[in-house]
């Protein structure tokens, strides 16, 4: 064989956004051969992700592949040392740096390399600004270029993390993304208990004083616990246009302490505020303790039964958000039943003829991880359920809802 009919690898970009489409192109194949394609990076642990899938060759003896995720080659990546039977992890990935992938492809009539680069901001004429201003933490992502710009505050979960990936992606669309910290940083509070609402107004004045910003056009952004505090927030903030939650809460819950103090997750003017204790088994705090696997949503189903006084106090006003609102739940999810929850937010803002998007999937788990890469099933030993595939199917086709919902209202 030739070098001219040696089977081809060709890749349409090879420096491309997260979100962006691109097209995979093998060609002088033999009609009907088994090719095996593969792809592989590293995450901010250094843990290696593959994933390999098979095809064969069409009549015209090529294969060819496209979109942001051709046939799930990011979102199925398992860790290498992974077996078919154990939860997938968090693909880790705290700094906007490229991710860089090796394309693979093997055959009977040979085999070739390519390089990949999938990048969370353009390459040039953006902005990143680190804040630390006392008890405001976080990083701010703008376009540098005709502001002033649509600003979402992002928040994140109970991981204790603020995210810079997902600002950065966001802040690619157009707008200004200030991912800010609310606890597990100094000086903010330790653990996720009764943490000031006042970091709202922090961030707001602190936006304010920028002149590439606009914070007539402010929007917020939260998954998880953070998508509790969004709808919150937006709740007691007017100035918030728009609302995007991912796996949220409808209620303000207990806040999460490893001494087991059962205190609110939030305070405001120095008063913590009305909450649902959660409703933990001996069992349950034993799995936890050990590292066993372990879903809590029971713990929070049996809150809502065991405390119904407690719960019509902190239910979450969304009914007078005049924002437009968008969330996501999945019917598996194991951390808590944001399903229940989700439905219970739309009913009640329906009722108030408020505007509000639901996507939802029974069979999608806790859906807090980055869209077009890999879906996890638990942090640690925190279960988080559902189907992978179908969990990172439902944050694909959310995506571009967020970025509409945004661009509509801000």
Do not use: C
């Amino acid at each position: 064989m030739n070098s001219e009919t040696k089977p081809r690898l060709e890749l349409s970009k090879t420096n491309i956004m997260v979100d962006e489409e691109f097209r995979i192109r093998i060609t002088n194949l033999t009609q009907g051969e088994t090719i095996k394609l593969s792809a592989e990076t590293k995450d901010d642990d250094d843990v290696i992700w593959n994933t390999n899938i098979e095809f064969k060759a069409d009549e015209n003896a090529s294969v060819e592949l496209e979109g942001i995720d051709p046939e799930g080659l990011f979102t199925r990546m398992l860790p290498r040392q992974a077996s078919k039977n154990e939860y997938i992890p968090i693909f880790e990935k705290g700094n906007i740096e490229p991710l860089s992938f090796t394309i693979r492809f093997e055959s009977n009539s040979g085999s070739q390399v390519a390089e990949l680069k999938r990048r969370f901001l353009p390459k040039n004429d953006f902005a990143r600004v680190s804040v630390n201003a006392g008890k405001l933490i976080g990083t701010l992502f703008y376009p540098e270029a005709d502001g002033p710009h649509p600003v979402i505050i992002f928040i994140s979960g109970s991981a204790g993390k603020f995210n810079e990936p997902r600002a950065a992606l966001l802040a690619s669309k157009g707008f200004a993304v200030f991912s800010v910290a609310y606890f597990g940083i100094d000086p903010l509070p330790k653990e996720l208990i009764e943490v000031p609402l006042e970091f709202f107004d922090l961030a707001v004045t602190y936006l304010k004083k920028q002149p590439m910003i606009d914070t007539d056009r402010l929007g917020i952004f939260g998954f998880s616990k953070g998508g509790e505090l969004a709808l919150l927030l937006a709740s007691r903030e007017p100035i918030i246009k728009a609302v995007v939650a991912y796996a949220p809460s409808s209620y303000v819950w207990q806040g999460l302490s490893r001494k087991g103090e059962i205190k609110s997750s939030w305070s405001y003017n120095g008063k913590p505020l009305p909450f649902v204790p959660m409703d933990v088994t001996p069992k349950m705090f034993s799995l936890l303790t050990s590292g066993k696997p372990i879903a809590f949503r029971e713990a929070y189903e049996r809150g809502l039964h065991k405390y119904p006084k407690d719960a019509d106090a902190a239910r979450i006003l969304v009914e007078k958000i005049k924002a437009p609102v968008f969330i996501t739940s999945g019917g598996d999810d194991a951390i808590w039943p944001a399903d229940q929850f989700a439905k219970d937010i739309e009913e009640r803002i329906g009722r108030a003829g408020g505007n509000v998007i639901h996507f939802n999937d029974k069979f999608a788990g806790h859906l807090t991880t980055q869209a077009f890469l890999p879906a996890a099933q638990t942090m640690e030993n925190l279960l988080f359920g559902g189907e992978a595939d179908i969990s990172a199917s439902v944050l694909a086709k959310a995506w571009p809802e967020t970025i509409r919902l945004f661009k509509d209202n801000l």
